[in-house]
């Protein structure tokens, strides 16, 4: 049963700590992207990579966020440092490639206080 | 102007309906449109992928793509309660963003 999975499924962090979201896509997909969804905001995309190489991350907040892949099967986001403002559930979703269907994790509930 | 527009909603529909649910996109040069249901407290899913213009059937689904127009739409026909959900328009854009609209609630009553 393939699926992005992602770690962990819930996150409670005070205010000012690091925190690292993970997420292993499908196996074969060369294509990652990682979103924030919120009520007010909706799914806003954060970056994408495309074999590991990251192809846009304009829409991060670039002084406290980062993402990477360090290898085929992992992409982390961290945010360091956190404010309650990153409350919000984070995907990562994965896709064969730049053109076709993407697939969603279950999502990092992230709760900073 | 944002880059995916949808109606919020909620849109209401009675069991056995038809819903039709639509989608602006600005990105002349986007190039593949999906239509995603997310439940509440659920990752999206999803459901219809259209890359050329026309309609493309997938069991009670349909979905109709206007490039020139700049519209993706969804029906859902025999509309039923498990249908009620939120349906998420995607854009591929030109540059490759896979970008999302904020979603239409769909209700259907019983």
């Known amino acids: 049963d393939a699926r992005v999975t992602q770690t962990p499924r819930h996150k409670v962090t005070e205010m000012g700590q690091e925190v690292t979201m993970r997420c292993q896509p499908i196996l074969g997909h060369n294509t990652v992207f990682w979103y924030r969804q919120t009520m007010m905001q909706g799914l806003e995309l ?4 495309r074999n590991r190489a990251p192809l846009d991350d304009s829409g991060m907040p670039k002084d406290r966020f980062s993402a990477e892949m360090p290898d085929a099967t992992l992409a982390t986001l961290k ?3 956190s404010e309650p403002r990153d409350s919000a559930v984070y995907f990562c979703a994965s896709g064969p490639t730049l053109n076709t269907e993407a697939f969603f994790g279950q999502g990092t509930r992230l709760t900073v206080v | 102007q944002k880059e995916v527009e949808q ?8 069991e056995g309906a038809i819903a039709s649910l639509n989608c602006t996109y600005s990105d002349r040069g986007s190039q593949s449109f999906f239509w995603y249901r997310q439940y509440s407290g659920k990752s999206p899913e999803l459901i219809m992928s ?5 309609d493309k059937e997938d069991g009670r ?4 793509l206007n490039k020139a127009s700049q519209y993706v739409s969804l029906l859902i026909r025999d ?7 939120t349906y998420l328009c995607a854009v591929n854009s030109g540059t490759y963003k896979y970008i999302f609209g904020t979603g239409t609630r769909l209700k259907v009553l019983a």
Do not use: E, H
């Open chain 1, 46 to 49: 954060l970056a994408y990579f």
């Open chain 1, 79 to 81: 945010i360091q440092p």
């Open chain 2, 7 to 14: 109606n919020s909603g909620p849109l209401s529909v009675p």
């Open chain 2, 50 to 54: 259209i890359y050329s213009n026309g």
């Open chain 2, 61 to 64: 689904f349909t979905a109709q």
């Open chain 2, 79 to 85: 509309s039923q309660p498990s249908d009620s959900a």
